[in-house]
């Protein structure tokens, strides 16, 4: 059974800091790209972040570049994202998924070009 499993967040206040952590199991995460998106309410999914199977490149979101990061340990089957200096407007459902291509070595931020997802974990930051 795939699955990507989220957890990590919570509601926190501007300022703070949280780590998102995505567990996969039920796949192969190695070769292939680890991406974070996020969807606040009546929006679309957008893109955070985006890491390649080799921890070469690395791709950030205008808006969290500074202050999210990033990371996966392949052989935990694992990629995180350290969150830091939260704003408001980091509220909203994060979402890891695994990039569709293997070895690929450019990274893409089109939510098209990653699948599967796993089922989201709720970060709300107050002001």
């Known amino acids: 059974q795939v699955q990507l499993v989220e957890s990590g967040g919570g509601l926190v206040q501007a300022g703070a800091s949280l780590r998102l952590s995505c567990a996969t199991s039920g796949l192969t995460m190695r070769p292939y790209a680890m991406g974070w998106f996020r969807q606040a309410p009546g929006k679309e999914r957008e893109f955070v972040a985006a890491?390649?199977?080799?921890?070469?490149?690395?791709l950030y979101a205008d808006s969290v570049k500074g202050r999210f990061t990033i990371s996966r340990d392949n052989a935990k089957n694992t990629v995180l994202l350290q969150m830091n200096s939260l704003k408001a407007e980091d509220t909203a459902v994060y979402y890891c998924?695994?990039?569709?291509?293997?070895?690929?070595?450019?990274?893409?931020?089109?939510?098209?070009?990653?699948?599967?997802w796993g089922q989201g974990t709720q970060v709300t930051v107050s002001a």
């Open positions: 998924a695994r990039g569709v291509y293997s070895y690929r070595v450019a990274l893409t931020s089109e939510p098209r070009d990653f699948g599967p």
């Open positions: 890491i390649t199977w080799d921890s070469g490149r690395i």
